[in-house]
């Protein structure tokens, strides 16, 4: 069994008994420096030393875009299937639903390049974590709907739908199986008041 | 194993001098999944970065904290600039494939891609981060030393001649070992969580109707194989994450992960990340081998049948021989 790299006497540019070279110390150090950054920020679990080293690197990560997570459907895979809609109220006092865009009711085309609405409904938005956004996003839907100038909507409340994937021990679902309407379980998670400013 | 045993395996591995091919086709496909996914950005970008966004800058800049690296901060939060990063993006995405001032593209496709993450943080999956974070570490290899305009012009101007010189390899070290750690650390992910231990990971991705795409009819159907399927994706992206390095296994676990990353894409619908994942795979093959590779398709290339383009008419043919 052999390990890479190959190696060769001419290949070692330390070992050559050559003058110190400082771009070489340069490139180590720098080589280091980003092998621990990725180390810190990208392996997961906490640990005392990782922690320590963390309140140095990752401030660096954080500002030159080097931050990463790789927990794709782990630790747990989603065990719901989940979206979004908002009500809108407008100053006639109508109401609209309008849902955000949903994957499950696309074809495999459109699927692809909507695919970022689902990240930020379903992945983000639902989450209370994310409550910073749920502004921008009434005002998103705001600004959507305002269609007609003289009945503008004075008021958007979000919506979260889910229905539990059961555990196959419990209940096994078959591949291809659709909950029916009434079989989500929902939930006002937001509400705000449209300002004449969101609408412009 | 002694100190100057570890400092020489430390230096031959990022400092010893290997061929430069495979960076550079690595660069090749690199470039052509970043072109793409600024491409899906294209039908519904306004929804994502312009005046009217699903995620206000200012709102994303609280989000993310001070102090980023955000072209919209310097240049302002208007839809036109938006508009401007983004096409300056995909200009040093197509730069950067063609190796076409291969690091000044790189530099900027980066710079680029940064601040359009930061502007909304909300829409990003890990396709999007490993690109990011893959795109900083190459600007500062040697990706275009082949297989580039860069080097057809060296060769015009007299800068060049001959097979491209073997360079250090240490930036594309660090790719490698970033990939490996992508997918040790999502592996080790997995093992924390029930679903994976048991085996009905799958059972559930397959059950999550956003991520339907092709029907699999017999898999989906039999719990056993999706427990399977489970065990067997953790154990291959484990050793996509480790003995990838054992140079007798690396090119089984290639295709391997080749083959999980061709499964996931014909059954589930995240657009781009497999394909990013693939190129990544580019970046592990070991760089003799590529050479190899490279060596033969060149000479196949040279060997092919030369057909005549324009048949000349029986007098001028006798005339021209």
């Known amino acids: 069994m052999k390990i890479l790299p190959n190696s060769s006497a001419d290949n070692r540019p330390f070992d050559r008994g050559e003058t110190f070279d400082w771009r070489l110390l340069a490139l180590n150090l720098f080589v280091m420096f980003h092998l621990s950054v990725l180390l810190v920020c990208g392996m997961p679990g906490s640990f005392p030393l990782k922690e320590k080293a963390a309140q140095f690197l990752r401030p660096y990560a954080l500002r030159m875009g080097l931050w990463q997570s790789w927990d794709m459907f782990a630790p747990e895979p989603f065990t719901l299937n989940a979206y979004l809609e908002a009500e809108v109220e407008f100053s006639d006092g109508s109401t609209r639903i309008w849902t955000f865009p949903r994957l499950s009711e696309m074809g495999v085309v459109d699927k692809m390049f909507n695919e970022r609405y689902r990240k930020w409904a379903v992945d983000n938005i639902r989450l209370d974590k994310h409550s910073l956004f749920w502004a921008d996003t009434a005002r998103y839907v705001a600004w959507k709907t305002n269609t007609v100038p003289a009945n503008p909507p004075h008021k958007v409340s979000l919506w979260r739908y889910w229905h539990t994937i059961e555990s196959p021990e419990r209940r096994y679902v078959p591949a291809g199986y659709r909950a029916r309407a009434g079989q989500f379980q929902k939930y006002k998670f937001y509400s705000y008041q449209v300002a004449a400013e969101d609408v412009l | ?321």
């Open chain 2, 1 to 321: 194993m002694t100190l100057q045993g570890i400092r020489s395996l430390w230096n031959r591995f990022f400092f010893g001098k290997e061929p430069v091919e495979g960076i550079a086709v690595f660069r090749i496909c690199f470039g052509f999944v970043l072109i793409s996914s600024a491409l899906f950005l294209l039908p519904c970008f306004s929804d994502w970065f312009g005046s009217h966004a699903i995620v206000q800058a200012s709102t994303a800049a609280t989000f993310t904290g001070p102090g980023r690296l955000n072209l919209f901060s310097w240049l302002g939060d208007s839809e036109n600039t938006a508009y401007l990063i983004y096409a300056t993006h995909l200009v040093a995405a197509v730069g950067l494939m063609l190796g076409f001032f291969t690091r000044t593209s790189a530099v900027v496709a980066f710079v680029t891609l940064v601040s359009l993450h930061h502007r909304n943080p909300l829409i990003l999956n890990s396709g999007d981060t490993a690109l990011r974070v893959i795109l900083f570490l190459l600007i500062f290899s040697r990706a275009g030393d082949a297989f580039s305009l860069d080097r057809w012009r060296g060769f015009g101007q007299g800068r060049a001649s001959g097979p491209p010189a073997p360079q250090m390899p240490w930036a594309q070290r660090l790719i490698q070992l970033q990939i490996c750690l992508m997918y040790l650390a999502t592996a080790c992910f997995k093992l924390q969580g029930e679903a994976w231990s048991y085996g009905d990971a799958v059972y559930y991705s397959s059950r999550l109707w956003d991520f339907e795409r092709f029907p699999v009819p017999f898999l989906y159907d039999s719990l056993l194989a999706m427990q399977l399927v489970t065990w067997v994706s953790v154990a291959i992206e484990l050793a996509l994450g480790t003995v990838v390095w054992v140079k007798e296994w690396r090119n089984s676990i290639l295709i391997s992960g080749l083959l999980l990353h061709l499964s996931i894409e014909y059954s589930m619908n995240i657009p781009v990340f497999q394909w990013v994942m693939i190129s990544l795979l580019v970046a592990l093959v070991a760089p003799k081998d590529m050479r190899h590779l490279t060596t033969r398709m060149q000479a196949l290339w040279e060997r092919r049948p030369q057909v005549d383009p324009l048949p000349l008419p029986a007098g001028r043919r006798k005339k021209a021989a």
